[in-house]
């Protein structure tokens, strides 16, 4: 008997289907993956590193394609994209991610945490875990990790920083989010929310006084032609979280989360490390094009100067939580 056309329609869909499955699944997913840093940044390579490594392990499932000098758009942009749904993530910090669970921004606060090894037990305090969680679930956003070390953060400025009466009127660009601003002037000076990529231009119109910067950022911004001394305050080591929207991360296979977040700590490990080994270097080299490094700086002054930042946006309890978590209180 000869079988019906819509019979031979639907057997040959159904045979079709395997294939189509297959085909589906054998399709990498993709994740572009910003940063606002320059390509001879650091970060950059460590960046590259990882997605080789994701790439590697998932044999070509997960692809992570790194763009560089905020190539997609402003960070608050992506952000805002990831929660939405799109597959792209952002190298950003706890003061953004403190736009929605508003604790974790101690993390970016004065004088919090102060060496790799703090920044390694905070990925076990309980109190983080809890607002990574929040992040996820409340506002679309995966941390993948926050390994990711940057360095110490000084002062960059046309006058020598010794102690916090010294940056009074002194108009200094921070990120825009607002533990970064409260901390810059609780230090004592007046800060100016700017996009990174337009601080070079701000310094030459003398829009701005100077930038509180880690060294690395110095010669890749080329800031040594516009700013005279580096003032090591140390006030902020800067810790960079690894984001994604928690819709991408959920669609993926649990092998390739657990790739993307166990390679992103560690290259974040070994790319941290290596910044802070380069710091003499870098410092070395600012000092051969002309810039003055003030070592002299009171940090006993702006340690005492930093816990206004923590009191103007009620996270002083937040903070002296997660320190006795990490053994430092």
Known sequence: MKSSVPARIALAAALALPAAVLAQAAKPQILKFNHVLGPKEPYHQGFLNWAAKVEERTKGGLKIEVFHSAQLGKEEDIIEQMRQGASIGQNT????MGNYVPGIAVVNGPYFAETIEDVTKL??????LKWKDELASKHGLRVVCFSWVQGYRHFFSNKPVRTPEDLKGQRIRTPPAPIWQESVRALGATPVAMAFGEMYPALQQRAIDGVELVYNNIPGGRFYEVLKYASETRHIMLVNFQVVGSKFFDGLPAEHQKALTEECDRAGEETSRQILKSEAEVKAQLKSRGMTVVE?????????AGDKAYEALKLTEARNTVLREIGKK
């Open 296 to 304: 002299d700086v009171d940090l006993a002054a702006f340690r005492r």
């Open 93 to 96: 910090d706890a003061a953004r």
């Open 123 to 128: 990925r076990a305090a309980p109190t983080m």
